[in-house]
Structure formats: structure tokens, C-alpha cells
């Protein structure tokens, strides 16, 4: 009996530290939780401000501005953040219209699609099913034979080539090593 008193007592003097939720006003939640989370301050010093400002805000580059928009090397594309493999170069084609577009993906489940009713618009956005990282959009006037067009921002991707950089050159660029 004057165990639990004791006890009582004791949890009773405790201070009781009752802290308002951290998150600054205005943060977007997203609703769905992803495999792979990354802390949002080293995504900021990692990534380049579009790179952020599309992956985490679901921004958009500007048409012909990204550096993937005319690229034809050969290798896969990459989700920037994370490094799955989204997008392989024999599906890139030119749409006009200022960004990457592909007809179809590496893996059909390493993207992930959902409705977007921003700007008055019905559109497909398509995100990294695996960190969550806002890719671009899906329209269904793509070539044969899928007859899809994913229309990706240049920001959100990296880009593997398929020739393994010779080791001299190796030490100029170096943007997209990614450790872990
Ligand atoms: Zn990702």
C-alpha cells in the first residue's frame, strides 16, 4: 500500500513539459508516409534550390531551362533524392515540350501516381515511390505502344550514364555521388 502512495507521489511531482508542435506554420504534411524519409535540412544543403523547390514543393522548372530537356545519352535517370531508377534513356523522347518526357519507367511500381486539382487543372502527378519526391506529370498522349507521357522535371532527376566515367575523368563532375 504505501509502495503505491510512494509511487503515486512520485509520478505526481514530476514536471509536466507539455511542448506545442514543432513544425513551423504553413509546412505541407504530406498525408502519405514513403519507405525512405530524409531529414528536410539536408535535402536543403544537398539538393540545388530547384532541385528542392520541385522535389519537396512539387515545383515546376522552367520549359527548355532543365538539364536533362535535350539530353540523348545513353544510361538510366535516376530519382535525384534518392537514387532509385526511375526513367531508362530508350524511353526519353523529344515532346516539345521543354521538359524530359519518357514513354515508360524502369520499374512500373517505383512510381508512384496520384490526382492533382492544382492550378483548376485534372492532371496525374507522378512522385518517387519510394522517398516521395515530386517527378512531374502524366498525360496519356505519349507514343506507341504504352501512349504515355511522363513529363518530368530535369530538377528531380540525376543521371547514371551508360559508359562508366574513366577514372582521370571521374573527378570533374561528381554532383550526383550519392553515399549510404
Ligand atoms: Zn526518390
Known amino acids: 500500500m504505501s509502495g503505491f502512495n510512494l509511487l503515486h507521489l512520485v509520478t505526481k511531482s514530476q514536471p509536466v513539459a507539455l511542448k506545442a508542435c514543432g513544425l513551423p506554420s504553413g509546412t505541407r504534411r504530406s498525408k502519405k508516409t514513403w519507405p525512405v524519409t530524409f531529414p528536410q535540412d539536408e535535402l536543403k544543403k544537398r539538393l540545388t534550390p530547384m532541385q528542392y523547390h520541385v522535389t519537396q514543393e512539387r515545383g515546376t522548372e522552367s520549359a527548355f531551362a532543365g538539364e536533362y530537356a535535350h539530353s540523348k545519352e545513353e544510361g538510366t535517370y535516376n530519382c535525384i533524392v534518392c537514387g532509385t531508377p526511375l526513367f531508362p534513356s530508350d524511353k526519353k523522347f ?21 490526382d492533382d486539382f492544382s492550378y483548376g487543372m485534372h492532371r496525374v502527378e507522378t512522385s518517387c515511390s519510394q522517398c516521395g519526391a515530386h517527378l512531374g506529370h502524366l498525360f ?6 504504352t501512349g504515355k507521357r511522363y513529363c518530368i522535371n530535369s ?10 566515367p574513366a577514372s582521370a575523368e571521374a573527378a570533374g563532375g561528381g554532383a550526383h555521388l550519392q553515399q549510404e
Open 94 to 114: 523529344d515532346s516539345g515540350s521543354g521538359w524530359p518526357a519518357f514513354s515508360d519507367l524502369v520499374k512500373e511500381e517505383s512510381i508512384t501516381i496520384t
Open 140 to 145: 496519356d498522349d505519349g507514343p506507341r505502344p
Open 155 to 164: 530538377a528531380s532527376l540525376g543521371f547514371q550514364s551508360k559508359k562508366a
